[in-house]
């Protein structure tokens, strides 16, 4: 029956059931009471009966021994307290007084005592006693008793079963403290691996593999015991074990059982065992029995469909091995025991390096939340620590394990999270640098960071360019050498005007005179130190305001002739353009200019106050400037050796005012 018709279960009649499965009502009947009664016990196979013609002739040549036989395995025990009872048998303490030793004596109870019980357990012993193997119980001796019951001695275990342990770890004296459950737990589980693993070799199946039947010793041993349902895989002449393809029906712990083992659907092989190892697992991990049902319906209909879900409590690594181990179909498991143990002793060498992953895939989750809210932006530097502690443990995960395959998906999935995050900040370098952590770039990704990247260099440009216009060290000497003669010229000149002519004398056309002069000296320099003085906005600036004061003495000059004002009156006005023009420089330009604008404001004030005295507060006036323009920029002084070295001509080092 295919996990697809796993419900169709609860549509069958008891009777369809029972022939389902294979078994009479009857047996069936019996099958759900026990489970009702103890869930976790064991079902027997019901070809093991003493219509068995193999195991006949097994039990025919046991008998051969004879009672003395008997005699002599009970005559050499001192028979002790009962150690436990089961169905069928029963396991008492004794000491072998030859070797004075400690043994466990397993026999028969004397109401259970029939041809198919005898070889129940006989079969555990010729099984046990073929498989030594450090993991799996020595058998010392087999023989009958005086009443034809099988004597099995066994080594005594001081110890406890698994499944007790796993419900209470310190019901076991001497187990390791401080070590891991889950750690201690796996590396029992690798051991119960080499003892399956050393039975398939011999072509055994366990058939009933749970912590029930695993002891553990106080000395840190492990035993795989209860080989009672074994199977043989091969043709054994001895009959001393059933054929697994002769023993169809249902066998084992029906909450452990894999879907071949229902006698419904593929036959039993080594994946068989696989899977009961990897429901050990299961349990390992989640407390609790992969089929943990209380109906048989239930039980096959969870074995059926074999499909099992983890919580984040579960290592995703071990939940893979688990679902592999327990995949319904036989081929999808692991091809054998060894590959499981493989993979087991992988995790528990990476365990280390997963659980670094582990923490930084919580971090990866946290920034994942962060940045599918809406305050992302405003925690920038959150989202930065949070991707900083992320990428800082899965590195150091991979670097503890280059196997933490999901550690390196991780640390792509985080790349790519932070790169949309730049991007969408428009940060496209941090992007463009952020796509070398990942393997595999999608082209729509990296097409979406080059055309951010692309736009964030035209940004620089377009800054950069900005950047230079306004950087008043670009043609900083050409500027301070235009405005060091041209304030010289004009601070010189009303001086010497002051000394040759008295002020009365001097006429509108010795003022027109006096312009043209100075805007001729002013056109030869813009001549000179043309390419330096286009260069920046600063120097620009510069030159249209001193455009815009000639201009500005000129309508001074023109409206003042016409309005019939005296010369020194158009002379005085000139200092109100000065300090307009002046003032404007400060606030646009250069503000350490203040003090020149001061001084021709109190030029004008002087002017006013004192007319015939315009030459010599002209002249102090541009002093003012010139001392202005060299605290401004007055590095160019240092520069001497090259002050004229032409237009545009820079130190080659050393710092810029």
Known sequence: MPSDDADALATLSEEELAATLALPSETLAAIERTLVDNPRSTIEPAAATSSDAPGARALDGLDALGDDRAQGILASLSMGRTLGEGGMGIVRLAVQRSLGRSVAVKTLRAEKVDRATKLRLLREAWVTGALEHPNIVPVYDLGLDEDGRPVI????????????????????????????????????????CHAVSLAHSRGVLHRDIKPENVMLGRFGEVYLVDWGIAVSLVEDPSGRLPRAR????????????????????????????????GATLHEILTGKPPHDHASLRAIMASALTSKFTYDASVPEALARVAQRAMSRAPADRYASVLELKDDLERYLEDRGALALASAAEARLVELE??????????????????????????????????RCVDAKR???????????FELDHGTAE????????????????????????????????????????????L??????AAASILGAVWSGSPLLIGQLFVAEDFTYARVYAFNAFIMALSGVIGVW????????????????????????QIAVTISSQLMGLPVLTALGLYLVVWFLICSSATVTVESRMWPAAVSFFLGCVAVGARPAYVWWVMGVTNLVLIAAVVRAWGSFLLDRPRFLGGPGVERPSGPRV
């Not at 932006?377 to 899965?394: D, I, P, S």
């Not at 991780?410 to 949309?420: F, I, Q, S, Y």
């Not at 043609?475 to 301070?480: D, I, L």
Request: glycine share 8%; aromatic share 4%.
């Open 153 to 192: 001695v066994l080594k005594h275990i001081e110890g406890a079963s698994w499944d007790t342990v796993l419900a209470d770890p310190s019901v076991l004296e001497g187990a390791p403290r401080g070590r891991d459950p889950l750690e201690q737990n796996l590396r029992i589980l690798v051991q119960l």
């Open 246 to 277: 002769e023993n169809p029906g249902i066998a084992g712990t029906p909450c452990y059982l894999a879907p071949e083992m229902l006698g419904i659907g593929q036959p039993l092989t080594e994946r068989t065992d696989v899977y009961l190892l």
């Open 369 to 402: 939340g962060l940045l599918a809210g809406e305050g992302a932006t405003g925690q920038r530097e959150r989202v930065y620590r949070l991707y900083a502690e992320c990428r800082f443990g899965l590195r150091q995960a991979l670097a503890a394990s280059e």
């Open 410 to 420: 991780a640390l792509e999935r985080a790349a790519r999270l932070m790169v949309d």
């Open 430 to 473: 941090g992007a463009s640098s952020l796509l070398a952590e990942l393997d595999a770039v999608p082209e729509e990704l990296r097409a979406r960071v080059d055309e951010a990247v692309e736009r964030h260099r035209e940004r620089v440009k377009k800054l950069e360019a900005l950047e230079a216009a306004h950087d008043k060290s």
């Open 475 to 480: 043609g900083r000497r050409t500027r301070v």
């Open 529 to 552: 130190g043309r390419e330096s003085l286009m260069r920046t906005l600063v120097n620009r600036r510069m030159s249209m305001l001193v455009l815009v004061l000639y201009l500005g």
